[in-house]
């Protein structure tokens, strides 16, 4: 992709080193209290401009760790290729960026394509190295629990990808709590510790905490990383008068129009006068609520704007 200006990062983008990170369980890892993820906004479908500048805004105010998965974008993978394109201005700043990717949802057709088999993890990883232009991600995940896998075959396979240097560290998402327990120990014994679990947590949707997965990470040294901290755009202004025409909800896809109850708007206006006794916006009260919750190393934001990111970011 030709670039019209080179990228230079801000000189002032570890300005707050001492404040914006937090230690990921008891690794060596440290990670930004806000995270980028690129699920939305940032496949084919979405202007490259606007991607390029979003995460030239998050890199330059200190956001180092930005997440994808191989079906991320529309179509599914694109979300990645955008990364390989960024990798014209992140090359540089390669050894700054802890950059992590999934297998587990549904790919490519075939028997191969979902879920939790060596042969799907190991082909998955080697795709989405080709689309970003990576050499090897910092954390790979798997994306859920199969339970028709036998549980040895989907860890190992994680340990080995490890072992051939394509993945840094592993992450889990989505796991129910004994599964992640049998984990924890799994990788513990093959010398490939689990780094992170990956779990939605907002005010919406509290199961993480309610389930024990929260409190069992930090039992065991493990970080938590929470997704859709504002509920894929719920927990914002964004629908309190109606469904604007560039939001998540007008493609009722992934977040459907149903979702905009009277008893959303109800607990909206609420959490709207709640916002604005700590001087904050929906958004950034629904945030903070996230990133004080107990065992939270990180939280993973999405983005259809550089104002969004930067609104949510000034919580930092
Ligand atoms: N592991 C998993 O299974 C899993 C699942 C889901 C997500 N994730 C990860 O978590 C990341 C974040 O998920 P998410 O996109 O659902 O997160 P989110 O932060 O809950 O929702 C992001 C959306 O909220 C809206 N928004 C953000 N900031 C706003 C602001 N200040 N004011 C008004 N609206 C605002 C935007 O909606 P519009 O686009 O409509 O403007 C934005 O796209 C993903 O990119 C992915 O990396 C992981």
């Avoid at 937090?22 to 979405?46: E, M, Q, T, Y």
């Avoid at 069992?216 to 493990?222: D, L, M, P, T």
């Avoid at 607990?267 to 629904?286: G, P, R």
């Avoid at 004080?292 to 930092?316: C, D, F, H, P, Y």
């Amino acid at each position: 992709m030709r670039m019209d200006t080179r990228y230079i990062a801000s000189e002032e983008r570890y300005a707050k080193m001492d404040t914006m990170y937090n230690r990921c369980g008891k690794s060596g890892v440290r990670l930004p209290k806000i995270s980028l993820g690129f699920w939305h906004n940032f496949g084919a479908d979405a202007p490259y401009e606007r991607s390029r500048a979003i995460t030239h805004y998050a890199f330059d105010h200190g956001i180092t760790h930005f997440d994808f998965a191989n079906n991320y974008g529309t179509p599914y993978g694109s979300a990645e290729t955008t990364w390989g394109h960024l990798m014209d201005d992140f090359a540089p700043y390669r050894d700054e960026l802890f950059i992590s990717t999934k297998a587990g949802y549904d790919m490519w057709p075939g028997l191969f394509g979902e879920w939790g088999s060596r042969k799907y993890l190991m082909a998955s990883l080697d795709q989405s190295l080709k689309r970003m232009k990576l050499d090897y991600v910092d954390l790979f995940y798997s994306h859920r629990f199969d339970p028709n896998t036998p549980i040895e075959e989907t860890l190992q396979a994680l340990v080995d990808i490890v072992r051939q240097g394509k993945a840094l560290y592993i992450g889990i998402s989505n796991w129910p709590l004994e599964p992640l327990r049998q984990a924890v120990t799994y990788l513990r014994e093959h010398d490939a510790p689990l780094l992170i679990y990956q779990g939605r947590l907002n005010l919406l949707n509290r199961e993480p905490i309610d389930e024990g997965i929260i409190d069992f990470c930090q039992q065991q040294g493990v970080g938590f990383i929470a997704f859709s901290p504002l509920a894929q755009g719920l927990l914002t202004d964004r629908y309190l008068d109606g469904i604007p025409a560039d939001s998540r909800m007008a493609h009722n896809h992934f977040l459907k129009a149903d979702r905009r109850t009277p008893e959303l708007l109800t607990y909206l206006q609420q959490l709207q006068q709640q916002a604005k006794a700590a001087n904050h916006t929906i958004a950034q009260e629904a945030l903070a609520w996230v990133m004080a919750q107990k065992g939270v190393t990180s939280t993973l934001v999405g983005a259809s704007s550089v104002e969004q990111l930067a609104t949510n970011l000034q919580l930092l």
